[in-house]
């Protein structure tokens, strides 16, 4: 990974008091879609892979007009993998993709198939496709609106829209061969009903998602569910405050809270953001408002380096075509970005996927320099080092949570070499400072 300078600092003399000044958060367009061989309005995010390309799925375009499977690379370089046939491969991916142990990367499509009800299918980094199985429109399942998760037994696991015993949906378990077992069949009652969300494994070992319908009110639940398939519902949203219709999957946040977003409800009828125990016991933490901060948030959130969670909205903001957020686990919201519907994008409807370099990256299915989608970056601001000096030693501190930094030092800036200082740590003291030191903190 290509080391990435983030912070100088000045030479002793000029150290008392001097704080190092904060970058800026950055929104950087990557690529427009063009409809053609490599796809038209990619719904799905995207996820970095081992060898550090991004890829992700578009919903329409390709070859045959049934959606694609695409590779990006950092340097913007997008790569068409493959383009489904609207056969038994698949059609028409709502979804993103996952990486598996096998380095292999796996996904669903909400249409196609054998029977036309949807399918699972492995794909290599290089482009070689196999399908996996079909979805019946039975017991199974039909209609798979999201991806799937890997599970520590080497699963993956998955829900489907439509179909099951009852066709409110289901939870299914398939191996990276293709065996299916179908796990749960939804009842549109106290557990839920149609779940459009991807499932997320917790630290306690058990499954946790939503459902878009369901729950004792209607307007949706979160549910936990064991690898052997034993479902217990948590929460039913009530259509107030707490929200309504939740669309996107939650994400344990390093506090070993869940936090998930509703597409409605909240106190303006916008959508809203809260967070809930592996118990049950739900927070609401947010309500957009359809102004600067954004309105309907379909996509998962995720927590970066800086300890904060970070998602987009369909729509809202100062354009009306969505927004880019940050809101703090404690619900004070920042909007980041609002989308133009020009070659930025528009109306994001996936989460942000946080990549090895500490950034955000996303797609918007509408906007871009042909109409027909875009990949974005968000650079996030580095780690501020602040300096307390006196004499011949200092206090150097920055924040706990940039553990993917490292401190270096040296004495002549127009050298390469930079000395990394191994043992430190944030506050650490710093002592027998040369009459001109430099200091910085990098990202490796």
Known sequence: MKIQAKRFLMPLALLAGIQAAIGQTTFIPLYSFTGGNDGANPVAGLVQASDGNFYGTTHQGGTNGCGTIFRITAKNVLTPLYSFTGGNDGAHPYAGLVQAADGNLYGTTYEGGTNDYGAVFRITTNGVPTSLYSFTGGHDGADPATGLVRANDGNLYGTTEDGGTNFDGTIFRISTNGALKSLYSFTDG??????????????????????????????????????????TPLYSFTGAHDGA????????????????????????????????????????????????????????????????????????????????????????????????????????????????????????????????????????????????????????????????????????????????????????????????????????
């Open 190 to 231: 106290h557990d839920g009903g149609f779940p459009e969300a991807a499932l997320v494994q917790a630290n306690d070992g058990n499954l946790y998602g939503t459902t878009y319908e369901g729950g004792t009110n209607g307007d949706g639940a979160v549910f936990r569910i064991t690898t052997n398939g034993v479902l």
């Open 245 to 444: 219709e939740p669309v996107a999957g939650l994400v344990q946040a390093d506090d070993g809270n869940l936090y998930g977003t509703t597409f409605e409800g909240g106190t303006n009828g916008y959508g809203a953001i809260f967070r809930i125990t592996t118990n049950g016991v739900l927070t609401p933490l947010y309500s957009f408002a359809d102004g600067h901060d954004g309105a309907y948030p379909e996509g998962a959130l995720v927590q970066a380096n800086d300890g904060n969670l970070y998602g987009t909205t369909y729509e809202g903001g100062t354009n009306g075509y969505g927004v880019v957020f940050q809101i703090t686990t404690s619900g004070a919201l920042t909007p980041l970005y609002s989308f133009t519907d020009h070659s930025d994008g528009a109306d994001p409807l996936a989460g942000l996927a946080l990549a090895g370099n500490g950034n955000l990256y996303g797609t918007a299915p509408g906007g871009g320099n042909g109409g027909d989608g875009t990949v974005f970056e968000l650079s996030l601001s580095p780690p501020v080092l602040n300096i307390l000096s006196e004499g011949r030693q200092c206090v150097l501190s920055w924040p706990a949570w940039a553990n993917n930094y490292v401190l270096q030092s040296t004495t002549n800036l127009a050298s390469p070499n930079w000395t990394t200082i191994s043992n430190a740590v944030p506050g650490m003291t710093v002592t027998n400072l040369l009459p001109a030191q430099y200091f910085r903190l990098i990202n490796h």
